[in-house]
């Protein structure tokens, strides 16, 4: 299934970026102490391999919903001095938003539970994604289109997410409601009426997440559309889901909703004896894409190609945010520059200029960062601290 055909709206002229101004890390990982000030340009770190240059863009990542970008848990974060302590580390950092200059605080304190400040304050982490809209890239996703069904789609709605703040929140309810359905039926003989009610909440909060990724589908295609000849391949984009396929044929949100939740009813014998949700709705979605150029599908693309339209997917949708909400969201690109050649390193410096991202880069050397000349930040990485040069 295709996007519908969008005509995307023109980028306003002035549009602030969102900028992480001071940066302070406390037992985070390989850093006792950090501290870090920083003005709006895109911040570039190089150093040899093990220096702790994932480790602070992973820090970054904190300032948005979830475990980060390594999913990594409080045990693996904290920098230990001596063996058996509880895990202590702290991420500190101001940030400039369409909303003002905030002060986020993320970190554990003698427990794995992850707290939240914002300005002082307790907060959910759902605040987070409506102060800091961001979009991540990792080595881990190099082979993404080769990869597990669930990798990609876990990409595709961190993008949807950046936009849309509600479709996390309805992801994570929609998956809470899942797993009780789940537990009922591997007890055995649920109560009709108590399962009929969590497959009818589960088909809304379905429905909801099916229509915020084609409306990102939409956009996101539209952008990459208007730059068919760019620094990186023009990609052909769907989505292979049962939900989204609904929609896309013209069904109402209460139709599909209704269809949703029959196909659920239908499939709670086989569910049940499989002990997972085999039943087609927006958890078992896929997302397709193809490198345009070649009429080649992504996962038989080589590695660098791959990796290109992954950046392709990332730059597009900044745009698509800039347009769309008026702020210019973080981008956190680890090891970009690796499996692109000096053409490519040069159109992603041009680009990530272009929409005017403080990004933040990783790389084992200065001079995979050239191409910004004095536009970025440049830090050495090295003995447990970042040196600006």
């Not at 709206?9 to 037992?27: D, G």
């Not at 702790?52 to 919903?65: C, M, R």
């Not at 004896?273 to 038989?300: E, V, Y």
């Not at 933040?360 to 830090?379: C, I, P």
Request: glycine letters at 8%; proline letters at 6%.
């Amino acid at each position: 299934m295709s996007p519908s055909d969008t005509t995307p709206e023109p980028l306003p002229p002035q549009v602030p970026p969102a900028a992480v101004r001071v940066l302070r890390l406390s037992q985070y990982r390989s850093y006792a102490h950090l501290d870090l000030e920083l003005d709006i340009r895109p911040v570039a770190f190089f150093g040899e391999n093990g220096a702790g240059k994932t480790n602070l863009i992973e820090a970054v990542s904190f300032l948005s919903p979830g475990r980060g970008m390594r999913s990594s848990g409080a045990d693996a974060i904290a920098r230990r001095s001596e063996v058996g302590t509880a895990p202590q580390w702290a991420v500190y950092a101001e940030i400039d938003s369409f909303s003002g200059r905030h002060a986020i605080g993320v970190g554990a304190q003698g427990s794995a539970r992850r707290e939240t400040r914002i300005d002082g304050d307790p907060a959910p982490q759902t605040a987070l994604a409506r102060l800091v809209p961001l979009i991540a890239l990792t080595p881990h996703h190099d082979r993404l289109f080769a990869g597990p069904r669930a990798d990609r789609l876990k990409f595709f709605d961190r993008l949807v997410y950046a936009a849309d703040p509600a479709h996390g929140e309805a992801a994570s309810a929609y998956e809470k409601i899942r797993v009780r359905r789940q537990r009922l039926l591997d007890e055995g003989h649920p109560d009709p009426t108590w399962i009929r009610a969590l497959e009818t909440d589960m088909a809304g909060h379905g429905v909801a997440m099916a229509a915020a990724r084609l409306d990102a589908l939409s956009r996101l295609q539209a952008e990459i559309d208007l730059r068919p000849d760019g620094h990186f391949p023009a990609a052909d984009l769907g989505l292979d889901g049962a939900v989204e396929a609904d929609l896309a044929d013209g069904l109402s949100a209460a139709e599909a909703e209704d269809r949703f939740a029959q196909a659920l009813e239908a499939g709670r014998v086989r569910d049940a004896a499989s002990g997972r949700t085999l039943t087609r709705g927006p958890h078992r979605t896929d997302l397709i894409a193809r490198h345009r150029i070649k009429q080649q599908a992504a996962a038989d693309c080589s590695t660098g190609e791959q990796k290109a339209l992954l950046l392709t997917l990332a730059l597009a949708q900044a745009r698509v945010l800039r347009g769309q909400i008026g702020l210019v969201p973080l981008l956190l690109l680890d090891e970009a520059c690796a499996h692109l050649d000096t053409k490519r390193r040069e159109g992603l410096a041009e680009d990530i200029l272009a929409t005017g991202s403080q990004a933040w880069l990783t790389g084992v050397e200065k001079s995979l960062f050239d191409a910004f000349d004095t536009q970025a930040q440049f830090f050495e990485v090295k003995d447990g601290a970042a040196h600006r040069v």
